[in-house]
């Protein structure tokens, strides 16, 4: 029997097979950094070249939910389109029924019910996307880091990275790398330093969002991402050249 044509049939050993090519359609994407700062959290998202005919603004990578909710992906785009969709439906019925704005928790929920949805009955599949979503924490309006994967499970991160091949090796790097309370400057500087391991590019490759407290948030200019870019530049090529043997 071939355990991977029907979602809703387990494989001896237990696995959900559609699931687990979702999550391959995951690896696939692009490579989604996300980092928790003292007062900010960071999306930085590694944009893929495009034709040379083709205008890179129709290509995005990091979507607004509602007035403080920021949601990147790495996967299918217009699976994320579809998701990106319902979730923006049901911010707005939350903050008509309730009078306030939905907190990043109950909204990362809520796309993951969805995504676990699709992997439960037949004729559908599964998502491929995974998510990092950002938004306030409503005790101290700070904001907050939510992922959420293909088999419909969420969890709160304080540093994580979804999509590319790398995502292993990246998500080391960060557990080495990674400090509490980090202000804003330092946290889009180790996000940008993540994404370097994975663009050749600089900054042409990259979009980094910024999600302050109170729920300000900002899309980073390239000028301002190719100003870190160099800086950390500049910092490699000074500790390489400390590591070179004085003759």
Known sequence: MSYDRAITVFSPDGHLLQV???MEAVRRGSTVVGIQGKDCVVLAVEKRATAKLQDDR????IFSIDD???????????DARVLIDRVRVEAQSYRLIMEDAPSAEYLARFVAEIQQKYTQRGGVRPFGIATLLTGLDPPNQRPVLYQTDPAGTHSRWKA????GNNAKSLREFLEKQYTADLDEAAAVKLAVQALMEVVDSGAKTMEVCVVRTG????????SVVQSTVQVLEQEQQAAQQQQQPVE
């Open 20 to 22: 687990e090519y979702s």
């Open 58 to 61: 129709t290509i995005r990578k």
């Open 68 to 78: 403080s909710t920021v949601l990147a992906f790495a996967g299918l785009t217009a």
């Open 160 to 163: 994580q990275v979804i999509g």
């Open 215 to 222: 729920g300000k948030r900002e899309m980073l200019s390239e």
